[in-house]
T-cell receptor
Framework: KQEVTQIPAALSVPEGENLVLNCSFTDSAIYNLQWFRQDPGKGLTSLLLIQSSQREQTSGRLNASLDKSSGRSTLYIAASQPGDSATYLCAGAITSGTYKYIFGTGTRLKVLA | EAGVTQSPTHLIKTRGQQATLRCSPISGHTSVYWYQQALGLGLQFLLWYDEGEERNRGNFPPRFSGRQFPNYSSELNVNALELEDSALYLC????????????????FGPGTRLTVT
């Protein structure tokens, strides 16, 4: 059974720090991996999508990497700001059998001003 | 470009009733996905529709069902509501294998908060 795990579950940092969020998956049959942020009680906002043939994607202060051989993806946030406070979710698109997305458990980030 | 829309925003039902949730995908997207996010739990995949057909479903009982209309909008129906069905229901849409566009990147709506009392 495919599982996606995110570490840490919660993180509190002072403003300006660079930080790394981790996502681990058990099955290398991942077609792509997508990072989202979710504000309390809201839907998900797509941040970055990494195809299985890619190793990383960058958008502004965000950089996501994917290492299928080790079953890991990381989301790097540079110069964190209070507005970055949210829950960050990774999701892997699995294509073994039939296609579906498996979501991680999320990391709750709080950036202190 | 309008995003994924969902209605209603909030829905309050009693045990045993039926709930209908609606989703309109981004224009040009043919796939619609439904997810359940119960309090304290992660996002659980419910259903995937593409071109009007159910392509896959998660580990949910048959009282969770839905359909996709010719305009690619979708309905999620939950019959015989139980207290544990209370959750945020999220809909997402995506393209499917269009040339030059990342396949399977999902865009989410704001969700419908279902409360069962």
């Amino acid at each position: 059974k495919q599982e996606v795990t995110q570490i840490p579950a919660a993180l509190s940092v002072p403003e300006g720090e660079n930080l790394v969020l981790n996502c681990s998956f058990t099955d290398s049959a991942i077609y792509n991996l997508q990072w989202f942020r979710q504000d309390p009680g809201k839907g998900l906002t797509s941040l970055l999508l990494i195809q299985s043939s890619q190793r990383e994607q960058t958008s502004g202060r965000l950089n996501a990497s994917l290492d299928k051989s080790s079953g890991r993806s990381t989301l790097y946030i540079a110069a964190s700001q209070p507005g970055d406070s949210a829950t960050y979710l990774c999701a892997g698109a699995i294509t073994s059998g039939t296609y579906k997305y498996i979501f991680g458990t999320g990391t709750r980030l709080k950036v202190l001003a | 470009e309008a995003g994924v829309t969902q209605s209603p925003t909030h829905l309050i039902k009693t045990r045993g009733q039926q709930a209908t949730l609606r989703c309109s995908p981004i224009s040009g997207h043919t796939s619609v996905y439904w997810y359940q996010q119960a309090l304290g739990l992660g996002l659980q995949f419910l259903l995937w529709y593409d071109e009007g057909e159910e392509r896959n479903r998660g580990n949910f009982p048959p009282r969770f069902s839905g359909r996709q209309f010719p305009n690619y909008s979708s309905e999620l129906n939950v019959n015989a509501l139980e207290l544990e069905d209370s959750a945020l229901y999220l809909c997402a849409s995506s393209y499917q294998l269009l040339a030059g566009v990342s396949p399977y990147e999902q865009y989410f709506g704001p969700g419908t908060r279902l409360t069962v009392t």
